[in-house]
């Protein structure tokens, strides 16, 4: 037995991390098991190390609790046990621990801040060059967003044909020389010319992510994890049973003590043809059993929904599967699922060729405020077509577009409600109306706070009447030119005029 | 007996009138039934006559055959009967005959020439004074319209709470003078203060009408004539069973020889809450027996479709059930009916407060172009909020929109198809494109036309591949500016640039 004591500062939601050296004879991404009980006085976890080569072993540990821990740590191939102790701090500037789902549609940090998610995607920004990285988190910085969504595997699809920086696993890729835009889809799913153990990791790969987990922290940005995806030419998502289960719990192992981690199993599991449900729900598991911390868990679909209903699903990651609507229908997934519901891919504002990557900033910002208003979450996206092939979606770097500025707007405007989230208030004709998602008695007809979105309608004016003895604050909001117009009190039945234009918004306040 | 032989000109699909005076004792609405039988080489049609006051009986007849017609009449108070002859010369310039059902899906007049309707609604445009009558039809010269919608009784409602022209029946109508747009709907089929004889029809309010329709006719234009509709304070939509079919009966009989009209049985018929089904399958009937010449019969809903797939029924006259979708889903229409899909009511461009009439004049085009490309038929209407209440959508007049432009542009497109029609060719991903609505056996996979919407989505670029062997010519097509550009011809797989805008489509022709 050998005894620390650890000095350092461990905030509460911080990484508490051990090292520990040990030649091993085997393979020590394999066989060899390592693992921490962590006890304070109001919890004890066991959570599992990795090898993070050089012979270094590493336990990492998430504490909830501003508290003195104790803990022990193994290491199975030796007799030895490792002992410390250290304490707690407070939890820093910023940090609120992990985000949880609360009252039932909507999301708070553990400390009950509430977490409205407004989300990005950029498949796999952390995989590029040091510089893309650096402009990717720049322009994370302006605060337009507070979760993204990135791969740990590299990404092969349209526009994304170069290497990563890293790869995952010990070994060569194929080689990709000879591909080309018209000719990439030959090579999906192929993994001739590729030869990886995939029982020998890249620590580097994942240290290079971790990096990336940490400054997206720093931002106050959450790590939405895509773990598994289609977009393959390495051969990483045709592994099999047993290769995928070591993949999943090394990952977990070394990912699950950051607070700002979510976890999706995959971008579009119903791509992944050698995959069944049986092996999705075999991952869910893995992840129940190996992430302590219990982080947010979805799955994100192409053309039909996952069973959102499974209970390992903390929330709803959808991808819209038709055409024209998916945040009008999000008041009917909250009924169906009885879960948060958030649009993880409802269109990408873009120019490219694809159907799903080519709309207008204004018809994005539009599905966010619908998406808003009956109480769900919008999710964004960036593909427009450039000759350099930098696409915010997969590679990050800057925007080019219009709808980050107005999505920052609603963040702002979705901050600013009075309780956790909103919902939908059914039978107003002709507007999504939005009122405080908590319970109100049948009794209550008249609510504290209305947010009402018309959308791509246009009226010159609307009427409203609530009851005869409120009085209301009325603001008129500009979603698109992100104006808002005091409009001063009204009581019983008043006239707003409007300006005739689309995207605009009413906040209705009772004073 | 008496005879006559008419040697004023009869054009084919004309209306031959022969008036006859008599006194009547009794009410000659009511008590004296006047009918004629018309013979030619090729027909024989027994069509009802109508009294038009001043001691005035008319029977009106459309004859479909450069024949020579022979005609006896017969007023049943009297033991005279009345014959006659006259000969049909060819329809002139412009007289293609009334409008048919054509290749299922489409319409074509009765000479063969396809009509492709793109309708308007003016509810009430014929009631309203001389010079705005004037100026609605200096406005349809435009050429933006081939179809209209218009109501035999005057309309009440917000913005409509004038008084017509003339009123249907000898009567006086109730008070108007406190009527206010707050306040209208309190009067909604409120009857007090009306008095009518519903057993007398006032004839100059039916020839007006017929005036209007005559003028429509010298423009090309179809008269969907809307024969019921519940917004009234004159109690004209809750007659009697025997009421209402004296009044169907006699505007059968005035107006069924007028080869441009279509009937509508009503607009909104679920809004009329005394009409049950069995009302408008009554109705229905008196159509099929008293307009000899089958013109195309429809009747337009509110909440619910009626049941389209009624035998009576030629055509599917929709109003939109859903706030997002409507022409997007005319592929659905055509498969579960059958019948050719007019949308007559997709949302107008405009800005009043209610939400079918505050669209943008870009958001109706998209919705004719989607309707046209999955093998259906938009409608247009105008509201934008005036000061002086006339917006074109009940009273006509002017037009301040943008959209009707863009309309006649789509007219040109369309009219210049190679067949009746187009339809919806499934399963091209991203795209709404059209084929020409012929049979095809299953073989054929590569056709003559293709016209290809985009919407609102906005590639850069787009890749085409439809054989090895044929030649196609291109046209990029920009909807909103109405620019026509050629790009040349192609063979095999082949890329078209695209300006990353909303509201494009392409041409495709095999050369």
Redesign the interface.
């Given at each position: 037995m050998e005894s620390f004591t650890f000095t350092e500062r461990v905030e509460r939601w911080g990484v508490f991390e051990c090292t520990l050296t040990a030649q091993i004879q085997k393979n020590p991404f394999t066989d060899q098991k390592i693992q921490g009980t962590f006890t304070s006085r109001s919890e004890q976890k066991d959570v599992d190390g990795f090898y993070d080569g050089n012979g270094e072993f590493r336990v990492r540990f998430m504490p909830s609790f501003e508290e003195t821990y104790t803990f022990e740590i193994s290491l199975d191939s030796t007799e030895v046990t490792w002992e410390g102790e250290f304490s707690v701090s407070p939890a820093g500037k910023g940090n609120h621990g992990p985000v949880r789902v609360a009252d039932t549609f909507h999301f708070a940090y553990e400390d009950g801040t509430p977490h409205r998610p407004i989300g990005t995607t950029c498949y796999v920004w952390e995989l590029q060059s040091e510089e893309l990285q650096k402009q990717t988190l720049k322009t994370l910085s302006e605060g337009y967003f507070n979760k993204i969504r990135f791969c740990i595997f590299p990404k092969h699809y349209d526009y994304n044909l170069n290497e990563p920086i890293s790869y995952p696993y010990e070994g060569t890729p194929m080689d990709s020389s000879v591909l080309t835009s018209d000719n990439f889809n030959l090579y999906t799913g192929k993994t001739e010319g590729n030869s990886w153990d995939f029982t020998r990791f890249n620590p580097e790969h994942f240290r290079g992510i971790e990096r990336s987990i940490l400054a997206l922290q720093e931002l106050g940005i959450e790590a939405d994890i895509i773990v598994m995806h289609p977009y393959d030419r390495w051969g990483f998502s045709s592994m099999s049973e047993e290769e995928d289960d070591l993949y999943w719990t090394y990952l977990l192992s070394r990912l699950s003590a950051f607070r700002n981690v979510w976890w999706s199993l995959a971008n579009e599991y119903d791509l992944m043809e050698t995959k069944s449900i049986a092996d999705w729900e075999r991952y869910a598991n893995l992840i129940t059993v190996h992430d302590p911390y219990s982080h947010l868990r979805s799955i994100h679909n192409c053309k039909n929904f996952y069973d959102f209903s499974r209970p390992w699903i903390t929330h709803c990651s959808i991808q819209r599967t038709q055409?024209?609507?998916c945040s009008?229908e999000v008041d009917q997934y909250r009924t169906r699922y009885k879960k948060p519901v958030v649009l993880d891919e409802i269109g990408y504002e873009?120019?490219?060729?694809?159907?799903?990557g080519?709309?207008?900033g204004k018809?994005l910002v539009r599905r966010f405020w619908e998406a808003a208003c009956r109480g769900g979450y919008g999710g964004h996206g960036e593909t427009y077509?450039r000759e350099d092939r930098i696409l915010w979606w997969s590679h990050g770097g800057v925007l080019h577009g219009e709808s980050q500025e107005r999505i920052r707007f609603l963040r702002e405007i979705i901050e600013d409600i009075p309780t956790t989230g909103l919902k939908y208030l059914p039978g107003r004709?002709?507007?999504i109306c939005a009122i405080p998602d908590i319970f109100t008695p049948g009794s209550v007809k008249v609510y504290d706070y209305y947010l009402i979105y018309y959308g791509?309608?246009?009226?010159?004016?609307?009427?409203y009447y609530f009851d005869d003895e409120s009085t209301f604050s009325v603001e008129v909001i500009d979603t698109w030119d992100m104006r808002v117009e005091n409009r001063g009190t009204f009581t019983g039945k008043f006239r707003i005029d409007l300006p005739?234009k689309?995207y605009m918004a009413l906040r209705i306040r009772r004073v």
């Open positions: 055409m024209y609507v009008e873009g120019t490219i060729q694809h159907g799903w080519n709309l207008s018809e077509y004709s002709d507007e791509y309608t246009r009226p010159s004016f609307k009427e005739g689309e």
